[in-house]
């Protein structure tokens, strides 16, 4: 075989790529004897993959039919890499040892180690995934769980997404990490019956589930922690526009990391499978933020978010409310909740498509139906 090496920008559908091209964190990002086309060359750009070793030899494969379908042809299937499965193992293992510490807060009324809870829930979680990766694996992490300690670390994890996003240092993405990891500790003391209901809240269940805000300030209260925890406890259901609880308060009097949290728990409760409800796809949920992003959340951070999170979910092939199936090619930057769609051979803009939109995303590791 004869090869040469292509810049990114020197890539055109059909060529064939010589070897296996990995991120500098050793994620697969195209297997050797993939046959490009606009699709997986935009991967490579997301990657930030400069360089790509093309087979120039003679006689060049013809692609098949089925090569270049958008959903049949070789692509990444990130649920099937040893990487995911080292993350999911480690994201267990970091659910398990959560509940282990907060249990031991509430019932034994320990004292917090802030270090041991964050060594014990991320040591190996954050270790060397960047930013779009790490949220490209808690899209796919097969957890049906609705527990509050599955919650809070995905909570967590956004959050520090996007505290990175926004520029935050790394000891204040150590404190964001941990308001995360404990905003939701006051579930705790909420009656299992009323937490785990798998029907609608009556309005009296309902006030009980919204003390868990000042509950879990009372537990954390006293502890020698970082005041902005004890303020993501209490304050993370707070809106900007002073429609939240349990103070309405407006978004000048609500801190920096706990409009952060706000984002990172709506965003998880909402794309999450729960008893009582399937998920929410991702691209309703961004809708929603778009709409009411700049009167109930701080600007700069609902615009980072969506912006950022939107271009996880570039390549994923999705369902549209038209029955139809494609893959996302294009971010719509004025319209993030409706980006380009590639179906067949032909291209979906779907903020010029009224009525079409992205039902639900597909995994490939099923093709069932799944956030």
């Not at 992490?141 to 919650?151: A, E, G, L, P």
Request: glycine letters at 4%.
């Amino acid at each position: 075989m004869e090869k040469k090496t292509f810049f990114y920008f020197e890539l055109e559908p059909g060529m064939v790529v010589a070897e296996d091209v990995y991120t500098p964190s050793g994620q697969l990002v195209l297997g050797a004897r993939t046959i490009l086309n606009e699709v997986n060359i935009n991967r490579l750009a997301n990657y930030s993959i400069m360089e790509v070793p093309i087979d120039i030899s003679p006689a060049p494969i013809e692609p098949k039919a089925q090569d270049v379908s958008p959903l049949s042809n070789p692509t990444f299937n990130i649920v099937e890499t040893e990487r995911f499965k080292k993350f999911s193992n480690t994201y267990q293992s970091a659910t398990t040892n959560l509940e282990s510490h907060l249990n031991n807060i509430v019932e034994m009324n320990d004292a917090i180690d802030t270090d041991a809870i964050l060594k014990d829930t991320f040591s190996s979680i954050n270790e060397d995934y960047n930013s779009f990766e790490l949220f490209d694996m808690i899209h796919h992490i097969s957890y049906f769980d609705n527990s509050s300690f599955v919650h809070s670390v995905n909570v967590a994890l956004i959050a520090s997404l996007i505290g990175g996003w926004i520029q935050l240092s790394k000891e204040d993405l150590k404190i964001l990490s941990l308001c995360g990891l404990l905003h939701d500790i006051g579930k705790l003391a909420i009656p299992p019956e009323i937490l785990k209901k798998p029907s609608r809240l009556t309005d009296e269940e309902f006030e009980i589930m919204k003390s868990h805000a000042s509950k879990g300030y009372e537990i954390l209260k006293d502890q020698p922690i970082d005041n902005r925890i004890k303020q993501a406890a209490l304050l993370h259901h707070e809106k900007c526009d002073g429609s939240g609880y349990p103070f309405k308060l407006s978004s000048q009097k609500i801190p920096l990391f706990v409009k952060i949290i706000t984002i990172a728990d709506i965003y998880d409760a909402m794309t999450a499978r729960r008893v009582y409800r399937a998920p929410v796809c991702p691209f309703k949920v961004i809708q929603q933020f778009q709409d009411e992003g700049l009167h109930k959340y701080d600007p700069l951070i609902i615009l980072t978010f969506l912006e950022n999170v939107v271009q996880t979910y570039m390549n994923n092939d999705v369902f549209l409310s038209d029955g139809r199936i494609g893959r996302i090619v294009m971010i719509n930057k004025l319209n993030l909740a409706r980006p380009v769609v590639k179906v067949g051979n032909d291209f979906v803009d779907l903020s010029q498509t009224p009525g079409v939109e992205i039902v639900d995303i597909i995994t490939h590791s099923n093709n069932n139906k799944t956030i």
